[in-house]
């Protein structure tokens, strides 16, 4: 049974808790950053949060269309609180992402993912595509899903899941 509810954020409530999420994941635990993660992309981006049961915000990721390209978006800032790390919650976060993407219309979707989550991506249809770079000390691997091919693991996974 799905232990989340994965939906768009619909209001500034919901955008400010997965700002503060990352906040906690990519400042206070990882130390990636000072004193905030929010950049440029954040004022295009959409939020896919992942809600529990009495409105605990489980886990979030972004995703932004690229500047330069049309049809490019881009997903990342990927934050699963740590209570709840290891049930699946960044599973169902990076595909409602892609569903998202599909709905949309989307031509190409890519992310930048931490190094030591690539084996998940690639678990999920996900391609390497580039070298390993570092951001800010920390090695991540650009990455890429091909929209046109719905993933028959995921599809059997969403199903037992209750999606």
Request: aromatic letters at 8%.
């Amino acid at each position: 049974m799905r232990n989340c509810d994965v939906r768009l954020a619909a209001s500034g409530e919901e955008m400010e808790a997965a700002l503060l999420l990352r906040r906690r994941v990519f400042v206070d635990e990882q130390g990636m950053f000072e004193q905030t993660d929010e950049d440029d992309e954040d004022s295009s981006s959409i939020y896919l949060n992942a809600w529990g049961s009495g409105s605990v915000l489980m886990g979030t990721v972004r995703c932004y269309p690229d500047r330069q390209e049309e049809g490019v978006w881009w997903g990342g800032r990927l934050a699963v609180h740590e209570a709840y790390r290891l049930r699946g919650i960044g599973v169902y976060l990076i595909e409602a992402a892609v569903e998202e993407m599909r709905r949309r219309g989307v031509q190409r979707f890519l992310a930048q993912v931490q190094e030591q989550n690539v084996k998940l991506f690639e678990k999920l249809g996900w391609r390497k595509a580039g070298a390993l770079y570092s951001i800010r000390d920390h090695p991540h691997q650009r990455m890429e899903v091909d929209l046109d091919v719905h993933d028959a693991q995921s599809r059997k996974r969403r199903q037992t899941a209750g999606s």
